[in-house]
Nanobody, 128 residues
Framework: VQLQASGGGLVQTGDSLRLSCTTS????????VAWFRQAPGKEREFVAS????????YYADSVKGRFTVSRDNAKNTVYLQMNSLKPEDTAVYYC??????????????????????WGRGTQVTVSS
């Protein structure tokens, strides 16, 4: 499967952005999809992920309440709605996907090594 992330940009503190991750190949419903980000000089970190529905959606504590992940299986697209952006959200954002089981995903959703497919990142810059 190929992934393509888009929607990044330069915004101010408090603004919103919506990132999109479009997949091609197998239907999106087959995959768990996650967003990770990497800021300059820092390790890549988990942001959010989604598998089948709300019950299988997870967020990093740093974005909980501000970011929302959703998917449109008909469009093979996963979205990351980012509200109330902060300068510390500045990073390159990546979407990733893997075929997994619900039980395995629930234990490993935050581990980047568990995702087999990665798209190119999209830069998000939040100015203060």
């Amino acid at each position: 499967v190929q992934l393509q992330a888009s929607g990044g940009g330069l915004v101010q503190t408090g603004d919103s952005l919506r990132l999109s991750c479009t997949t091609s190949g197998r239907p999106l419903s087959s995959y768990a999809v996650a967003w990770f980000r990497q800021a300059p000089g820092k390790e890549r970190e988990f942001v959010a992920s989604n598998f089948w529905g709300v019950s299988s959606t997870y967020y990093a504590d740093s974005v909980k309440g501000r970011f929302t992940v959703s998917r449109d299986n008909a469009k093979n697209t996963v979205y990351l709605q980012m509200n109330s952006l902060k300068p510390e959200d500045t990073a390159v954002y990546y979407c990733a996907a893997t075929v997994t089981t619900t039980s395995y995903y629930s234990r490993n959703y935050y581990l980047d090594r568990e995702y087999d497919y990665w798209g190119r990142g999209t830069q998000v810059t939040v100015s203060s």
